[in-house]
């Protein structure tokens, strides 16, 4: 018997030896190279996919009144504008509107409200007479100016307001359609469009 046993016992040895093969260990340095290999293609892929950036250019932008001269105006009736067709910046946006704007004529009021002395520009965009440019008037509390040699086109108007609360206010671009009244109201903290 007990030779049974040692026959059965070396026979189950020798069929585990028979077995399947062990299962390989994963080596994690080689897991990680993979996953760094990855991600660097990835990257690399999605760098290459981004279109190129234009570079920018500096192209010259028309600034609707100069910021820096708020003393450079006149009484209510006077006009700022001189016969000038460009700037010494070169932009011909960048001054003074020409006595006699050509277009069809319209009439433009601006009243003081305001509880202080307003000190107007109005800025008109570029027309399709290639006109464009301010004028800048002083109107007292409770003045008004009529304008009466300007043409059809959009308005930016510009208020500093020297009163107990000195205030900056903008308002526009007001589109001047017609021939009719069109009316600029200054008031303490907003500029009203009054639609003839």
Same mark, same amino acid.
């Given at each position: 018997?007990?030779?049974?046993?040692?026959? !059965?016992?070396?026979?189950?040895?020798?069929?585990?030896? @028979?077995?399947?093969?062990?299962? +390989?260990?994963?080596?994690?340095?080689? #897991?990680?190279?993979?996953?760094?290999?990855? /991600?660097?293609?990835?990257?690399?892929?999605?760098?290459? /996919?981004?279109?190129?950036?234009? #570079?920018? !250019?500096?192209?010259?932008?028309?600034? +609707?009144?100069?910021?820096?001269?708020?003393?450079?105006?006149?009484?209510?009736?006077?006009? &700022? /504008?001189?016969?000038?067709?460009?700037?010494?910046?070169?932009?011909? @946006?960048?001054?003074?509107?020409?006595?006699?704007?050509?277009?069809?004529?319209?009439?433009?009021?601006?009243?003081?409200?305001?509880?202080?002395?307003?000190?107007?520009? &109005? =800025?008109?965009?570029?027309?399709?007479?290639?006109? @464009?440019?301010?004028?800048?008037?002083?109107?007292?509390?409770?003045?008004?100016? !009529?304008?009466?040699?300007?043409? =059809?086109?959009? =308005?930016?108007?510009?208020?500093?307001? $020297?009163?107990?609360?000195?205030?900056?206010?903008?308002?526009?671009?007001?589109?001047?359609?017609?021939?009719?009244?069109?009316?600029? #109201?200054?008031?303490?903290? $907003?500029?009203?469009?009054?639609? +003839?």
């Amino acid at each position: 018997m007990k030779r049974f046993v040692f026959i !059965t016992a070396l026979l189950a040895l020798l069929l585990s030896a @028979c077995g399947a093969p062990a299962v +390989p260990t994963i080596d994690p340095a080689q #897991v990680q190279a993979s996953a760094v290999a990855a /991600a660097s293609t990835m990257i690399a892929q999605t760098q290459a /996919a981004i279109p190129p950036t234009p #570079v920018p !250019t500096d192209t010259p932008q028309a600034t +609707p009144t100069p910021l820096d001269t708020p003393t450079a105006f006149v009484l209510p009736t006077s006009v &700022l /504008a001189s016969p000038t067709t460009s700037s010494s910046s070169g932009d011909p @946006c960048n001054a003074p509107l020409p006595a006699d704007v050509p277009g069809t004529k319209t009439i433009i009021v601006i009243q003081n409200k305001s509880s202080g002395q307003a000190n107007v520009s &109005l =800025y008109l965009e570029k027309t399709k007479f290639g006109q @464009c440019g301010y004028r800048g008037y002083q109107l007292p509390k409770g003045n008004s100016v !009529t304008i009466t040699d300007l043409t =059809y086109g959009a =308005y930016d108007l510009l208020v500093w307001i $020297n009163g107990s609360k000195p205030k900056t206010l903008r308002g526009g671009p007001y589109w001047i359609t017609s021939s009719l009244k069109w009316t600029l #109201v200054i008031g303490d903290t $907003n500029i009203q469009f009054l639609i +003839p």
